[in-house]
């Protein structure tokens, strides 16, 4: 499956001679001639595996920290056709402001006391004015998944499994017309096979001390392919949510007076994928997972 390479790195002016070196020793010679590229913030594109270890041999020999290896993957339309499972992410009117959220309701009944996970949500998801999507009929907050009411009816109507539509509302209170995806049914936890995430260990990284659910984190080195065994898939609805938790729950230490959960990725059927691809719709990205 093609994956395309990239670095990038931040180097002083002062540096730049020394970094035309280290381009000249991993024979990137478009870099080399270009000093718009030599110094400051960059994003370079590398032909193969065989540069990004020449790359890193020429950063030691001249004394510069390596450039940051980038892996994203790229497939194409007949690879998502043919995948038995797709992870799917809304980056389109996207949020970072995760749960739990000014103005919501929340039922901390069965939340892990340490990280909050398990924590669940009562009131109509709430937005801020400028959360809410000024085009298109798609959004997300941190992982959740916003459609337009026009969008969610046809969803509605395709009577996907493991699915259901919450109401969202703006900071007073007010009907929007926009719906949460409510999805809730576990993945089993992936398997070895599983690229482009790492484990936290330390500090404000290390897992959940109580329950140990949490702690995820993206690779940037590797694209994010995740990875089950076969058996689960058969077991799964439409609509699905990873086991592992990206990201650390600071629920009993709130950073700055602020609590936070860690997220978990949605995983959908093929179904799911083709009802997108068929309308065409800007903002959402589907991989494929790997099944084993
Ligand atoms: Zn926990």
Redesign the pocket.
């Given at each position: 499956m093609p994956e395309k390479i990239y670095v990038t790195y931040n180097y002083l002016p002062q540096d730049r001679a020394r970094a035309q070196q280290m381009f000249l020793e991993a024979g990137l010679l478009d870099v080399v001639v270009d000093p718009t590229l030599l110094s400051g913030f960059q994003k370079v594109c590398l032909p193969n595996e065989d540069t990004v270890s020449q790359l890193g041999l020429a950063a030691r020999l001249q004394a510069l920290p390596a450039p940051t290896v980038h892996r994203v993957f790229e497939p194409t339309a007949r690879e998502l056709s043919a995948a038995r499972l797709l992870h799917m992410f809304v980056w389109i009117h996207h949020s970072h402001e995760g749960h739990p959220r000014p103005g919501m309701t929340y039922d901390a009944s069965g939340?892990?006391?340490?990280?909050?996970?398990?924590l669940r949500q009562t009131s109509p998801l709430m937005i801020t004015g400028k959360e809410i999507p000024k085009s298109g009929l798609l959004g997300s907050i941190d992982d959740d998944v916003l459609v337009h009411d026009s969008l969610a009816e046809e969803m509605y109507a395709a009577g996907f499994t493991g699915l259901a539509f919450g109401d969202v509302v703006d900071m007073q209170g007010h009907a929007l017309p926009w719906r949460q995806l409510l999805i809730d049914h576990p993945m089993p936890p992936m398997i070895a096979a599983a690229r482009g995430l790492v484990r936290g260990r330390t500090g404000t990284e290390a897992?959940?001390?109580?329950?140990?659910?949490?702690g995820w984190f993206d690779a940037a080195a590797e694209p994010f392919i995740p990875a089950y065994v076969g058996e689960s898939v058969v077991r799964m609805p439409d609509f699905a949510r990873t086991a592992e938790r990206f990201g650390t729950?600071q629920?009993a230490r709130p950073v700055h007076g602020r609590r936070s959960l860690a997220s978990r990725r949605v995983i959908v059927r093929p179904a799911v994928y083709a009802f997108f691809r068929a309308r065409k719709l800007r903002g959402v990205r589907f991989t494929p997972v790997s099944v084993a």
């Open positions: 939340a892990c006391p340490s990280c909050g996970d398990g897992p959940c001390v109580t329950c140990g659910c949490d729950g629920w």
